[in-house]
């Protein structure tokens, strides 16, 4: 965020660097049940990024003492690849996907009923092999579809999607460059039917108006982008083996 740049983001028509309107949303594909040795899994393209998750569990928790007697408890990490950006990255967990794994875990947590497995982990990996921005809402988007590919009893399936500001200007879903250079960025993750928020961070600055501009816009985005959440777990059912 904000190192401040010559590049013009919107252009004179409104028009960001990608040809989008403001509150238009990156391409997005999903696939369900893309691992056979995964209880669950599912692969996200979205804008440029290419992300796949694994569930596997519930299953025993072990070492035993992480165990909790009323529920499971949900461990997500998220790793991205040392081929998944430009600058080269050091294989292996850094800093920041340790916080996104904590902050995922816990939102996923959120909306599984973890009552109804003690003693149990529900492990899900996250594996970022291409990154675009907006790497963690697209990761929350896809974990829901593996936990729901593994048949694990959630309140909702969980939409993770975010809004910022660029140029002045608030934007739905930023691309790299908005994100490198704009103002903002808010990602969020939303329960569609009650509309609860899981997770919501900001790195930037924007006014109260700003921000409640950018939390409707992403509102409104979820709804579309769960659409397309239960159009991907019907594809898989209806595919005949």
């Known amino acids: 965020m904000g190192m401040k740049s010559d590049i013009k983001l919107i252009d004179d028509n409104g028009l960001r660097i990608d ?4 509150n238009q949303l990156r391409p997005i594909k999903m696939k369900v049940g893309v691992l056979q040795r995964a209880d669950g899994s599912a692969y996200i393209e979205w804008g440029g990024n ?5 569930v596997y569990g519930p299953r025993e928790a072990y070492p035993k003492h ?3 007697p009323d529920k499971a408890i949900v461990r997500a990490r998220y790793s991205m690849a040392a081929f998944s950006v430009d600058e080269r990255k050091r294989p292996g967990p850094d800093r920041r996907s340790i916080e996104l ?20 982990s529900i492990d899900v990996y996250i ?7 907006g790497t ?10 593996a936990l729901a590919d593994a048949g694990i009893p959630m309140r909702d399936l969980i939409v993770g999607c ?4 660029v140029d002045g200007v608030v934007v739905l879903d930023l691309n790299k460059e908005e994100d490198n250079y704009g103002e903002a960025d808010v990602p969020m993750a939303i329960l569609p039917r009650t509309k609860e928020i899981a997770l919501l961070q900001m790195d930037g600055d924007m006014t109260y108006e700003e921000l409640k501009a950018a939390m409707d816009m992403t509102f409104e985005a979820t709804q579309s982008i769960h659409k397309m959440q239960i159009e991907a777990l019907k594809r898989k059912y209806m595919e005949v083996e």
């Open 19 to 22: 040809g989008r309107l403001p």
């Open 50 to 54: 290419r992300i796949m998750a694994a």
């Open 66 to 68: 992480v165990q909790e």
């Open 101 to 120: 794994g904590k902050v995922i875990s816990e939102a996923l947590e959120s909306v599984i009923f973890v009552e109804k497995y003690p003693r149990t």
């Open 127 to 133: 594996e970022v092999l291409q990154a675009d921005a």
């Open 136 to 145: 963690r809402v697209a990761g929350i988007t896809v974990a829901a579809l």
């Open 162 to 165: 975010a809004a910022g500001k």
